[in-house]
């Protein structure tokens, strides 16, 4: 464009050099316009002042516009403020809620601590106990049997007071059903609420593909947009060789002015000589009258040509807006950069947290994955040891039945000798007959009794060594015991960091969610820019209208010249043929022609340039119309992001309506909680008073009220862990939150399994510690035998002695025999009882380790699909990172375009200042040639 400018400007310099005519009697011919016939078209003069105009009152609009964008940008970050700030107050809340549950779970902690000390205190006092029993003589057990009976009174009252406690536990049971039932409803409501997230996931989905499609509609515009910028370089090259033309043309203008300068001089001498030949050359007026004709017609022709500058000028004023234009718009295209720039900045950072995140997860992943292979390591070393214990326990089961076949045999034995005492009566009767009978007798008895006393000893050595292996039984028990509260522990571990996992979900899921936003940020910044392509077009149009009509003008212009060249070319050579007569008139006419072929050879090159210029605006409104088209298209793909956005916007809404509920009712459920712990924490203080106060029976009493206190406390933790369930259900979303409640659950009945194999073995141990105790009566029993033998040994002795103290000693003898059989029941009896008793129990825990390993099973399917689940976050994690990726590059490259335009635009605004520059000096030029020639 600025080369048109400049061939105006050459074209007014050769016409002021041309249409310089020598001053004298030619002086009044200037002022008689209106004898020249008027070729130019008269609306030239009028159309700058319409198109200054129509110029400012696209200025005003185009600045109604920017006002209505500026809003409207104002309000978009008003939003995002909003937003943020919305976002600050979530991660408050979560902030809140997990300090919550950190509290719960060091209360739960210090809880199962308190169960443990007291488990352990239990079995120290029972050892106690046991010693204690041991210790004592069958004579102070007589005397506890009393004192017991009124204990076992007192236990009674006891035990109607812990009925009346245990209806109230009822009652409490019956409310956690209650709130377990709400619970229920609650997840029915999240299991709404997760469908309303897959829901929305889908929606973001389809705004995802709606930006793809976008991304693809701005790759095409950017390759137009290229497109254009090559063109630009061309004629950019174009420009700056046409310059240097022009420069070159100016310097050759320069000397022809200064050899006009020296032409007009030699006139003026010419016409100071004219002047004093005009009464010698009387003829010459005709000639000189000739040239005053011809001086009008070049007057005609100046005036022409100044029509035409007034319409390259405005043209130029044209460019000049033009250009402006583009500097806005290459100055909002850096704005967009920077702010690309920044998103990118944003999304790099988002993309090295959400990398360490991974990273962070598959750690975690494959520590968990180890402790959970230790367990079931742990948990089949267990089984196996619980096997042995069994196989232990069955043999000593059969020791028993051998020790109870034994003691069987030892009746026999005590049967056969009160027969053989009775024998003995009725032979000490007949002594006098059969002493010599006696003797044998005696002799035989006394071998008898050797034997039983030998078979005795191998008895007591036989319960010595059953004694033994119940000890370390009990000890292997014992250590059982600690490798269960170990496994807890673990598990304990393992749920901390399944919560970990969880919260580095949530992280995720939040980082997502800004990625959302920073897209949604990206849409509107696209809108924005499709906004202002559409206001590009709108101004584009009425300038593509405007070019057409002034390229309609410069075609009638053209016609206009060629007749007025054809009408000149007439003119000369009237004017040749008339000067032929003139010498001195001849020469002035001879560079009259000259310089008219100048004229009519720059006519041409500027004809050309028109012709170029023609072929232009030709191609840039091809490209006008392939962006009106490609904006339209924008327009469409904007309406259908804005109605995306809108609807993110709704629920992002009730997104957060749903956390504020969720945060009250977990509130009011922690205060619930807090209430009911506290209850639990007295009835528990009561309940240890009680059970301390208790004696021996009334401590077996106590331990079972303890073991269903315990069993309650185990409920409640049970409740208070589905509450923490429900808690961490509310933020998570969707298939997860079911599944990791479907796994608390079982970890829940995994604990309720191991307390209760905990229990069972604990009774294992009282069963031990009471056949301990039957062993030792047994043997105590025995030793008694050993007595009564030895006393019946001194008393067949007196028999001897005197048979009147036989009878007597016969008589004792019976009863005492009498008392030991009873006995011997009372501890057959017991033994019955204890054997029962295991029996029960090892099925108890052979129930319980089926429950166990169903448990486990359950466990490692959970694992497996969480680990599923982590292995879908990766892999959307991933396509996050790589659109991200994407987006950087695009806006990397939009960067670089824009920089190229901004350069080009910087060139283009040098060579605008340098021909501005130039125009003012050729104006200058020609107002001095002007002052000149006047």
């Not at 400012?56 to 609009?61: D, G, H, W, Y």
């Not at 409501?189 to 701005?218: F, I, M, P, V």
């Not at 420069?247 to 050759?252: K, M």
Request: with cysteine.
């Amino acid at each position: 464009m600025g080369l048109l400018d400049k061939a105006r400007a050459a074209r007014e310099r050769e016409e002021q050099a041309a249409g310089s005519p020598p001053e004298g009697p030619s002086a009044p011919s200037q002022g008689r316009p209106s004898d020249a016939p008027s070729l130019s078209p008269p609306p030239l003069v009028l159309r700058p002042e319409e198109r200054l105009r129509e110029q400012e009152a696209q200025l005003k609009a185009r600045e109604g516009k920017v006002r209505d964008l500026e809003s409207r940008d104002l309000a978009i970050r008003a939003r995002e403020s909003v937003l943020e700030t919305r976002d600050q107050d979530l991660r408050g809340r979560e902030s809140a809620l997990e300090a919550r549950d950190r509290e719960l779970r060091a209360r739960e902690q210090k809880v199962g601590q308190q169960e443990l000390r007291g488990k352990s205190l239990e079995e120290r006092e029972w050892k106690v106990e046991a010693a204690e029993f041991r210790a004592r003589s069958l004579d102070e057990r007589e005397r506890d049997l009393k004192s017991r009976e009124d204990a076992l009174r007192a236990v009674a009252g006891k035990e109607q007071r812990l009925e009346t406690e245990r209806a109230a536990l009822e009652e409490g049971r019956r409310q956690l059903e209650a709130r377990a039932a709400s619970l229920g409803d609650l997840e029915r409501t999240l299991k709404g609420s997760a469908e309303e997230a897959e829901a929305r996931r889908r929606a973001l989905q389809d705004d995802e593909n709606g930006l793809s499609a976008l991304r693809t509609e701005l790759d095409r515009r950017k390759a137009d947009i290229e497109a254009a910028e090559t063109g630009l370089t061309e004629r950019l090259l174009a420009l700056e060789t046409r310059e240097l033309a022009c420069s070159e043309r100016e310097n050759d203008l320069g000397e022809r002015a200064r050899a006009l300068a020296a032409e007009e001089s030699a006139l003026h001498r010419r016409e100071l000589d004219l002047r004093k030949g005009e009464e010698r050359l009387r003829g010459v007026e005709e000639s000189a009258a000739r040239n005053e004709q011809a001086r009008d017609a070049l007057e005609q022709r100046e005036r022409e040509l100044s029509g035409l500058k007034a319409g390259i000028e405005a043209d130029r004023r044209e460019l000049h807006s033009e250009r402006d234009r583009l500097e806005d718009q290459q100055i909002a295209l850096e704005e967009k950069g920077v702010s690309l720039a920044e998103t990118e900045k944003r999304i790099n950072v988002r993309e090295k947290a959400l990398s360490d995140a991974e990273e962070a997860l598959r750690l975690s992943r494959e520590r968990h994955r180890k402790e959970v292979e230790a367990l079931e390591e742990r948990r089949v070393s267990l089984e196996r040891d619980i096997k042995a214990a069994s196989a232990q326990k069955a043999q000593m089961e059969e020791s028993l039945k051998d020790l109870q076949s034994r003691r069987e045999e030892l009746e026999g034995v005590e049967d056969d000798l009160g027969r053989r005492a009775a024998d003995l009566e009725k032979r000490a009767q007949e002594l006098g007959a059969a002493e010599g009978d006696l003797d044998g007798e005696r002799s035989r008895f006394e071998k008898e009794r050797k034997t039983a006393q030998e078979e005795l000893s191998r008895r007591e050595e036989a319960l010595r060594s059953g004694e033994d292996r119940l000890a370390s039984a009990s000890e292997q028990l014992r250590r059982k015991d600690t490798e269960l509260a170990e496994l807890q522990s673990r598990l304990d571990e393992a749920r901390r960091s399944l919560d970990g996992r969880e919260k580095h979900i949530v992280e995720e899921e939040e980082q997502l969610q800004a990625t959302a936003n920073t897209l949604g940020a990206r849409e509107a910044g696209l809108r924005a820019k499709e906004a202002e392509l559409r206001e590009l077009a709108a101004s584009l149009d009425p300038k593509q209208k405007a070019i057409r009509q002034e390229l309609r003008a410069l075609e009638r212009e053209k016609e206009s010249d060629t007749r007025r060249k054809e009408e000149l070319r007439a003119r000369e050579k009237a004017v040749s043929a008339r000067e032929k007569a003139a010498a001195d008139a001849g020469e002035a006419l001879a560079a009259a022609e000259k310089d008219a072929r100048l004229l009519e050879r720059r006519l041409s090159d500027r004809e050309r340039q028109v012709a170029e210029g023609e072929s232009r605006c030709a191609a840039l409104e091809g490209t006008l119309a392939a962006r009106a088209a490609e904006l339209e298209r924008g327009t469409a793909a904007a309406g259908k992001a804005e109605a995306a956005l809108e609807e993110r916007e709704r629920s992002v809404k009730g997104r957060e309506q749903e956390v504020a509920r969720g945060a009250e009712s977990v509130q009011a459920r922690e205060a619930v909680l807090s209430g009911t712990s506290a209850e639990l924490s007295e009835q528990e203080k009561g309940l240890e008073k009680l059970s301390r106060e208790l004696g021996a029976r009334a401590a077996e009493a106590g331990r079972r009220e303890e073991a269903s206190r315990l069993y309650e406390q185990k409920l409640a933790a049970m409740e208070k862990e589905v509450e923490q369930a429900v808690r961490e259900l509310g933020q998570k979303r969707g298939a997860q939150e079911e599944r990791e409640r479907d796994l608390a659950g079982r970890e829940t009945a995994l604990k309720v399994s191991v307390s209760k194999a905990a229990r069972l073995e604990e009774d294992l141990a009282g069963q031990s510690a009471r056949l301990e105790k039957a062993s030792k009566d047994l043997a105590a029993r025995e030793r008694r035998l050993d007595k009564q033998e030895g006393e019946l040994v001194s008393r067949t002795k007196a028999l001897d002695e005197s048979e009147i103290t036989r009878g007597v000693a016969a008589a004792k003898r019976e009863k005492e025999l009498s008392k030991l059989k009873e006995r011997q029941d009372r501890g057959r009896a017991e033994l019955a009882a204890a054997q029962k008793e295991s029996a029960r129990l090892s099925e108890r825990l052979e129930k319980e380790l089926a429950g166990a390993k169903c448990d486990r099973q359950e466990l490692s399917r959970g694992s497996e699909e969480v680990a599923k689940r982590e292995k879908a976050l990766s892999a959307q994690a991933a396509e996050l990172a790589e659109r991200a990726a994407s987006l950087d590059e695009e806006a990397r490259r939009v960067k670089i375009r824009e920089r190229h335009i901004e350069e080009e635009e910087e060139h283009l605004r040098k060579r605008d200042r340098e021909l501005d520059e130039k125009e003012k000096r050729v104006r200058e030029m020609k107002e001095r040639l002007k002052g000149l020639l006047r």
